[in-house]
């Protein structure tokens, strides 16, 4: 999954656990951070962690203090065990087995002196055979009943295992509460292996003790590499082939002074080159007749007087005319201008405006005018705010509820980076559906939104839920992903609790953005709206027309998030 903050990892594990029934194996890696468990000392924090740049979170799972960062593969297994005193420590010495399993693979036995546990210590130790055990691997779990596994239990944390990681940070801490024995590395044990083939080769090991022999992969990192091939080499689709490394690297071909996002999109093992000319006739489920009626030009002259901006227009949504025809239109706060260029996206991306002080109220007041039921906001990405526009957000539901009490609302937010302050400000405003969107699968986040990320936005959808909010997401087609990984993420979705999905078709705005690979068939969004439902989504709104809030009142409805008068 990439480098993903610690708390983001342990929100969307809270959420998997409680909500999946699937088994996970997250892969990732930490930005600085010590990290205490419920029986730590603080005394083994020796310094400020502030100082070394890193943070300092208290974990809810057993041990002492120890330390996440860069070089350091973590390995979080969510998995079902038995409602039983003896199951967490069979899930600790499994995991164990896992990973000595993969070191003695690597070599690690051989060249370090042994590899294995060590007699009232935790961890995985190299040299004990030697009798000078050093730490190689923390390991520290946690299992609880949830309200989805009431009489067995769901694990989670994990596993550490430092492959090229910073020492010198271990030496802030006495990591585990052990003082006796050093903490080393693969890479200073002199094991010549890279990240890619540790994960690799943990991974082989893993599926074969949790997988019970069905095993599905993904990854956000980008799958390929360099080679040296002609112009014209093909560029492999790397998901999905079985003879794909897991996790490895996959052949692509880069060009020299390719833009930055063909160039990402080859990196994801997607060739840009056979996508479709822009030019290319859509299919006619594609196409949409205009229709300016009244209903149209009523809403279009409220949008006027009040100098409001809609995503509709901004995004160029091919459901303008039926919606406004409807009296439909979804409010875009935080101006008109967004921080992020997202390779999909036609919203504008100059330098951004300050915020407009009014917009709130004016929003409010369109909402009242036209008497809506059911009022759908969303925003730009306001990176350049201490808030991420959160606070801009939180007004206007205040604002909407203030004029139009009974008027239930539905946001459609960024990430706000994360950050949790931000998040909390909307969703203590309890809107009453909370949509981010997490626009692709997990191979072409980088691609398709690389100011954003995978594990990041199902943080904040398992953050909405265990808020209690009715959590919504949407996600595009068309830009080279593969039925098998939508079905990943519809699970995945599902996995965190969300209740409302959309799938719809990419289009492409212009010649400077990504390319459509290829048309997807409305029998197609069929199939994928049943699957999604299978898994557990209250309702899925799929079909090639389909936007964020397209038929937002009813989906809700059918999700349980408004009134049967709403819709």
Not at 7 to 30: G, V
Not at 266 to 273: E, K, L, M, V
Request: with cysteine; aromatic share 4%; glycine share 10%.
């Amino acid at each position: 999954m990439g480098r993903v903050p610690y708390e983001e990892a342990a929100t969307l594990q809270r959420a998997l656990a409680e909500h999946s029934p699937h088994d996970y194996l997250l892969a990732l890696e930490h930005p600085h951070v010590y990290t205490l468990g419920v029986r730590a000392d603080p005394a083994h924090v020796l310094v400020d962690p502030a100082s070394v740049g890193a943070e300092l979170v208290r974990a809810d799972r057993g041990g002492d203090v120890t330390y996440h960062g860069p070089g350091q593969l973590v390995l979080y297994p969510i998995l079902t065990v038995e409602d039983d005193p003896g199951a967490g420590p069979a899930h600790v010495h499994r995991l164990e087995d896992v990973v000595i399993a993969a070191l003695e693979s690597l070599g690690a036995g051989e060249r370090c002196g042994g590899v294995g546990r060590l007699e009232g210590y935790p961890g995985i130790w190299l040299g004990i055979g030697e009798g000078r055990p050093r730490k190689v691997a923390a390991i520290g779990v946690r299992t609880a009943r949830t309200e989805s596994e009431p009489v067995r239990r769901r694990t989670s944390h994990g596993v550490a295992l430092n492959v090229e990681v910073d020492l010198s940070m271990f030496g802030h801490i006495v990591p585990c509460g052990i003082a006796e024995f050093p903490v080393t590395s693969l890479r200073d044990e002199g094991l010549d292996v890279t990240m890619d083939e540790v994960l690799d080769t943990l991974l082989a090991v893993a599926a074969q003790v949790f997988g019970h022999g069905s095993v599905e992969s993904q990854s956000v990192a980008a799958t390929g590499a360099p080679v040296p091939s002609g112009p014209d080499a093909p560029v492999p689709a790397a998901i999905g082939d079985d003879e794909a490394p897991l996790g490895g690297p996959v052949p692509v071909t880069l060009r020299t002074g390719e833009r930055p996002l063909l160039r990402r999109l080859r990196q994801a093992g997607t060739n840009p080159d056979a996508g479709l000319p822009l030019a290319a006739r859509k299919p006619a489920w594609l196409r949409i007749p205009a229709r300016i009626g009244e209903g149209y030009l009523t809403l279009d002259k409220t949008v006027r007087d009040l100098g409001l901006v809609t995503v509709c227009e901004e995004a160029g949504c091919p459901n303008i005319y039926e919606c406004w025809a409807e009296g439909t239109a979804t409010f875009m706060v935080n101006g008109s201008r967004c921080t992020r260029a997202c390779g999909f996206c036609l919203v504008d991306t100059r330098h951004p405006e300050p915020l407009d002080a009014g917009e709130p109220e004016r929003v409010a007041e369109a909402v009242e005018r036209m008497s809506l039921e059911h009022a759908v906001i969303t925003c730009v990405a306001r990176d350049d705010l201490c808030d991420g526009g959160a606070g801009a957000i939180a007004e206007t539901i205040d604002a909407i509820r203030r004029r139009r009490p009974a008027t239930t609302v539905e946001v459609l937010i960024s990430d706000c980076k994360g950050d949790a302050a931000s998040l909390d400000l909307i969703m203590d405003r309890r809107p009453d559906v909370l949509n981010h969107n997490i626009e692709t699968v997990a191979r072409l986040q980088r691609a398709v939104r690389p100011s954003a990320g995978y594990a990041r936005s199902l943080a904040v959808l398992g953050r909405a839920v265990e808020a209690g909010l009715v959590a919504k997401s949407g996600l595009m087609v068309g830009l080279g992903e593969t039925e098998d990984e939508v079905r990943a993420t519809l699970a995945d979705l599902a996995g965190v609790g969300v209740a409302i999905a959309t799938i719809g078709h990419y289009l492409r705005p212009s010649a400077a953005h990504l390319p459509v690979m290829r048309w997807w068939s409305p029998e197609e969004f069929d199939c994928l709206a049943e699957f999604g439902r299978s898994e557990g989504l209250a309702h899925v709104e799929a079909s090639p027309l389909t936007r964020s809030s397209y038929h937002a009142r009813s989906a809700a409805g059918a999700a349980g998030a408004v009134p049967a008068t709403a819709h």
